[in-house]
């Protein structure tokens, strides 16, 4: 089992519509969440960073944590044509194995159509 | 705002040679990371630095060394290139492991021929 789970897509959405992105992880010591946007022969950009379990609100991004269930999502309402990208859930784990790293899902390509 | 830069967007490279790839972050950030992405294998670290002159091996570091002189900078050395590096490397810095918040440079997209 990877330790970092999203669908790959592509997640077809209506511009104006709400996007639902998931993200599912194995360590249960997680302790930092985040969501990145890359936009195709781009870099990640940091959109998104949730520690707590419950909502977290940015403009028209929401993340939701929930730690018991081992799972992240993100919500992109009145989708528009640009935010079609590939999101990738990331989060934070240590561990004296593998000592202190950030772990990505495969990540999930979002499209947008007007 | 956070600003990391890498040396090249794009190098073609003979294989055999010896590459350097650099990075620069202007955020006084402690931690400073390697990753290549390639289709369907995702991103992979290869190296990372919690310190001057201090490195630590990532998940595939075979067929890379790396170098922290500076804390400002962090250098990604293939020693031999290979075709199988053939990738887009991104070079990543974070602040002291509260949030961890990684960011990203721009990426090199080096070809080896």
């Known amino acids: 089992q990877k330790e970092v789970e999203q669908n790959s897509g592509p997640l077809s959405v209506p511009e104006g519509a709400i996007a639902s992105l998931n993200c599912t992880y194995s360590d249960r010591g997680s302790q930092s969440f985040f969501w990145y946007r890359q936009y195709s022969g781009k870099s990640p950009e940091l959109i998104m960073s949730?520690?707590?379990?419950g909502d977290k609100e940015d403009g028209r991004f929401t993340a939701q944590l929930n730690k018991a269930s081992q799972y992240v999502s993100l919500l992109i309402r009145d989708s528009q044509p640009s935010d079609s990208a590939t999101y990738l859930c990331a989060l934070y784990t240590s561990s004296q194995a593998a000592g202190n790293k950030l772990t990505f899902g495969g990540g999930t390509r979002v499209l947008v159509k007007p | 705002d956070v600003k990391v830069t890498q040396s090249s967007r794009y190098l073609v490279k003979r294989t055999g040679e010896k590459v350097f790839l650099e990075c620069v972050q202007d955020m006084d950030h402690e931690n400073m990371f390697w990753y290549r992405q390639d289709p369907g294998l995702g991103l992979r670290l290869i190296y990372f630095s919690y310190d001057v002159k201090m490195k630590e091996k990532g998940d595939i570091p075979e067929g890379y060394s790396v170098s922290r002189e500076k804390k400002e900078r962090f250098s990604l050395i293939l020693e031999s290139a290979s075709t199988n590096q053939t990738s887009m490397y991104l070079c990543?810095?974070?602040?002291?492991?509260?949030?961890?918040?990684?960011?990203f440079g721009p990426g090199t997209r080096l070809t080896v021929t």
């Open positions: 990543a810095s974070s602040g002291l492991a509260v949030t961890y918040e990684q960011y």
């Open positions: 949730i520690y707590s379990n």
